[in-house]
């Protein structure tokens, strides 16, 4: 049967490799053709160009909505303010939306959204007309709403442009209960959800802790199980990154390098992230940053220095076949979409090397968007009706275990065990939950089929198993 045409995209578009990675997967399932095309296949691409004032003249604005998949309500999925940004770009993301919700299962289909603009040359005021405006041409075409499509921060928008999106919505749509469930991502004070902005990074660490925690995948590798000493290096020091770099260097990681546009930074001792974060803020550089013993002015220099660990937290086709062959990391964690090619991939698969793929990598974002979502839709906050009740009950338990056994509590010792459950200590133990339990999920497919060359193969087996089951269930296939 012919491929469908956006699935047949040329093999060096971005679009292109996830459909080459889909495919590779694609053999070691059973499903029929047609409803592997109907899977890979992006099933709504929405391109707009809208008119903004500017100075004393106008411009026109390229903006896209690819919803991918609707083998589940809603989509889902962020909207990336780029210059780069492409109906291409926006389709891959789309797609990788939909096995990224798959893998960590989270309830829906896949979508992404693109605006063409480099945010930095514009004032508050027109990023705020252009999102505006971005989301009343959604809203006319049916590509926006809490049970449509939701979407979310993404590469260059964060909790100020959601603001403006729920806003628009809510105006446009006054009466409506759920209104606010039209877009995640949102500051806590418009009922955002506590631990959105670092659940991305945290769930990259999480999963890099899963993976070296497993001896046996360690030793292949000639490493030694756990967190402590691994050397690490992360490119991007944007939300994703930044974040990352926390949590890794809280499990016990060393972060030796890190890699920004203007250029890397190196120190095999390990570099202090919120010392590196100012020195950026104050200089507008990492470069020239007193910690460091060597620094690289090609940016992708830093990707090549020795490491164990190597964390592509930007954009895109940052791993290639070009500069492959000068990786030395022997784990890959792609907290970005999409940074290794799969050519680049395959040279780094036959090495040895362990990828933890984007789709399970980066999923921890996604995961409490999905979370947020249910609190917009509850109209309550996590904890809100249980943590007194909770405290309550444990101070009951705690009274009558000293009752019995004559021993005292010290304060600390009381309050730690009193203590009912924060919103935030919900959502990351619900993240943590969800990145432990899908890591072994993907590792246990891999394990299963000898033939499966590894996490991204497995990710993609498994996501693809679980859309195929959703068309099933809706009848759409036999
Ligand atoms: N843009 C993020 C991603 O690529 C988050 C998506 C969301 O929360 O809907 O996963």
């Known amino acids: ?125 027109e990023l705020e007309t252009i999102t505006r405006r971005y989301t009343v041409e959604l809203i006319k075409k049916n590509f926006i709403g809490p049970a449509i499509d939701v979407p979310a921060p993404d590469y260059g928008s964060g909790e100020r442009e959601m603001s403006w999106i729920a806003d628009t919505y809510q105006t446009m749509n006054p009466g409506q209960l759920d209104a606010l469930g039209c877009v995640t991502g949102k500051p806590l004070a418009l009922h955002g959800i506590a631990g959105r ?37 992360v490119q991007g020091l944007g939300n994703v990154g930044y974040h990352t770099i926390k949590y890794l260097i809280e499990f016990g990681a060393t972060v030796v390098g890190i890699c ?10 390990g570099l202090n992230l ?43 086709n940052q791993i290639t076949i070009s500069n492959v062959a000068n990786i030395k990391a022997k784990i890959i964690a792609e907290a970005a979409n999409g940074p290794t090619t799969p050519e ?8 040895g090397c362990i990828i933890i793929p984007d789709m399970y990598c980066n999923a921890g974002g996604v995961t409490v968007s999905y979370f947020e979502w249910l609190k917009n839709l509850s109209h309550v906050a996590f904890g809100r009706m249980d943590k007194r009740y909770e405290e309550n009950a444990n101070l009951n338990l705690v009274n009558m275990v000293e009752k019995t056994t004559g021993v005292t509590l010290d304060a600390v010792q009381r309050s730690l065990i009193i203590k009912g459950a924060t919103e935030l200590e919900l959502v990351n133990s619900g993240l943590e939950d969800t990145m432990i339990r899908s890591y072994h999920e993907i590792r246990d497919v891999q394990m299963a089929n000898p033939k499966i060359d590894g996490l991204r193969t497995a990710a993609f087996v498994s996501s693809i198993d679980k859309v195929a089951i959703s068309y099933m269930n809706m009848g759409i296939w036999p």
């Not at 010392?275 to 990492?286: D, L, P, Q, W, Y």
């Not at 680049?344 to 090495?351: D, F, G, I, S």
């Open 274 to 316: 919120d010392e590196v974060f100012t020195h950026r803020k104050m200089t507008g550089s990492i470069l020239g940053f007193p910690g460091a013993q060597k620094e690289f002015k090609n940016s992708a220099e830093g990707l090549e220095q020795d490491c164990d660990i190597l964390v592509p937290a930007a954009l895109e």
């Open 344 to 351: 680049a991939a395959e040279v780094l698969m036959n090495r």
């Open 197 to 233: 902005k670092e659940a991305t990074g945290r769930g990259v660490a999480i999963s890099i802790r899963e993976c070296v925690d497993i001896a046996e995948d360690m030793k292949k590798m000639g490493l030694t199980a756990g967190m402590s000493g691994k050397r690490v290096i």
């Open 260 to 269: 920004e546009y203007e250029g890397a930074i190196y120190n095999s001792s």
């Open 1 to 125: 049967m012919a491929k469908s045409i956006d699935a047949a995209h040329s093999d060096t578009s971005f679009f292109g490799d996830v459909c080459q990675f889909f495919d590779h997967a694609a053999q070691f399932t059973s499903h029929p053709e047609g409803l592997l095309d109907q899977i890979r296949s992006c099933n709504s691409v929405y391109r707009f160009r809208f008119p903004i004032r500017r100075g004393n003249g106008f411009e026109v604005i390229d903006a896209w909505r690819v919803e991918h998949s609707h083998h589940k309500s809603p989509t889902k999925g962020g909207i990336r303010y780029s210059e780069m940004v492409n109906e291409d770009e926006v389709m891959a993301l789309a797609a990788l939306m939909t096995y990224k919700c798959a893998i960590v299962n989270v309830p829906f289909g896949g979508a992404k959204g693109g605006i063409k603009i480099n945010p930095k040359e514009y004032t508050t005021a």
